[in-house]
């Protein structure tokens, strides 16, 4: 075989996540699609804004097709990124402007160049704290970094910091949190955002050189209660923003999203020239065009978060009557909720059983939980409360 091994491994198997979804898929195709509950995978089930529709008929006729349709800068448009930094600026008291940002094909791809742009050599280490999205591994093992896991506070769902201050190092390069967070749905309080600032501040003195903090931010909108997502740029010098509207704007196929290198991080022009560089070496220049457009002029807009908040707050009360233990999330749309045995994996099977799709949380870097995404139709919730009873009853019986 001459090919990259590496890159044959990770195309000739699924995630655990997909597999599971097309699993479902065929399962329905024999039981019929109402009797399946697939809580597998993160796919916005809100419909995106009318703003966005009503944005895309008036650019195509308003605007000449080569124009809409044409590369853009390789950084974006300077119009996109102006109204973003004004939209920031305005909601979050920043003073950012159209050049601390680069228009990218959503999250995976703002990570991954930022990683790109950071990592100096193989010696260099990234902290992810679980639970964490496992496509971490992937996008900073494709740097030659190692990830370094630093284990979950399963108490609150905030970071260990006994933990974290452990895993730092001097080839520490980065640490990259997410909140609210995929799969918890914890969103990091205030207090969590200035104790991690701080301790980042004094390792960075301790070992003479920079540690940069990569907040991956899909979900920030989508928080419910009132709950405050703090925006990390505030507190923290050496941040550096990779956001997406793949969840907020309920767009994940379209692919658009963007970094954003503040003027604080330190050598901040050329951060920003590392992250242009990047782009360009893994082939991102110029995110879709008619997209950046969009954004444009529905920049601050979201779906209907309501929505999944009445989703969790159904999913999270009927859960918890059954008896099971879930974390209760502030944010995201998932929920996070303690496997009935040691073996989440082996939970997972038997819930398969009923006809239930939920992930073991093993790839998130938190063993013995699953993973149920409720950004889900709510009549199949209600449905799947029998399955979720059988399943639980079944673990009364046999101990
Ligand atoms: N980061 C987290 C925490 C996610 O949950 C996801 C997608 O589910 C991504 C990044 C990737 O997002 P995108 O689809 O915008 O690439």
């Known amino acids: 075989m001459s090919v990259n091994e590496k890159m044959y491994e990770l195309g000739s198997k699924r995630s655990a996540i997909r597999e599971l979804f097309e699993y479902g898929k065929q399962r329905a195709k024999i039981v019929g699609e109402e009797n399946v509950y697939d809580f597998s995978i993160g796919n916005p089930t809100v419909p995106a804004p009318e703003c966005v529709n009503e944005t895309i008929r008036q650019l195509t006729e308003e605007m000449d097709s080569i124009t809409l349709h044409g590369y853009t800068s390789a950084q974006g448009d300077f119009e996109t990124r102006d109204a973003i930094a004004k939209y920031l600026n305005k909601t979050y008291q920043c003073t950012f402007d159209a050049d601390d940002f680069y228009m990218t094909c959503g999250a995976a791809a703002s990570l991954t160049i930022t990683l790109h742009a950071l990592i100096e050599n193989r010696c260099e280490e990234v902290i992810a704290i679980a639970p964490f999205f496992p496509e971490y591994r992937v996008f900073v093992e494709g740097t030659g970094a190692k990830l370094v896991v630093v284990k979950a506070d399963t108490t609150n769902f905030q970071i260990d910091f006994e933990a974290l201050e452990k895993a730092i190092n001097p080839n520490t390069k980065a640490i990259i949190i997410n909140s609210p967070n995929n799969p918890s749905g914890a969103i990091y309080d205030e207090a969590t955002i200035r104790r991690l600032s701080s301790l980042l501040e004094e390792k960075q003195k301790e070992y003479a050189k920079e540690i940069y903090l990569i907040s991956d931010e899909p979900y920030r909108e989508i928080a419910y209660d009132g709950v405050e997502v703090p925006y990390v740029t505030k507190y923290y010098r050496n941040t550096i923003v990779c956001y997406s509207y793949s969840k907020s704007l309920s767009l994940p196929g379209e692919r658009i999203g963007y970094i954003l290198v503040p003027k604080e991080v330190t050598e901040s022009r050329a951060v920003y020239a590392a992250v242009c560089g990047a782009?360009?070496?893994?082939?991102?220049?110029?995110?879709?065009?008619?997209?950046?457009?969009?954004?444009?002029?529905?920049?601050?807009?979201?779906?209907?978060?309501?929505?999944?908040?009445?989703?969790?707050?159904?999913?999270?009360?009927?859960?918890?009557?059954?008896?099971?233990?879930?974390?209760?999330?502030?944010?995201?749309?998932?929920?996070?909720?303690?496997?009935?045995?040691?073996?989440?994996?082996?939970f997972c099977e038997k819930a398969k059983e009923q006809d239930l799709l939920l992930v073991a949380a093993d790839g998130f870097g938190c063993p013995g939980y699953v993973r149920i995404s409720y950004c889900v139709d709510e009549e199949m919730i209600k449905r799947s409360f029998g399955a979720f009873e059988k399943l639980y009853d079944s673990y009364q019986t046999s101990l």
């Open 279 to 346: 782009g360009r070496s893994l082939g991102y220049v110029c995110a879709p065009s008619m997209l950046q457009k969009v954004i444009a002029r529905c920049v601050g807009q979201t779906g209907d978060i309501n929505l999944y908040k009445k989703n969790r707050d159904l999913l999270y009360n009927g859960l918890t009557e059954l008896g099971y233990q879930c974390f209760k999330p502030a944010g995201a749309f998932y929920l996070f909720v303690k496997a009935l045995e040691e073996d989440a994996n082996r």
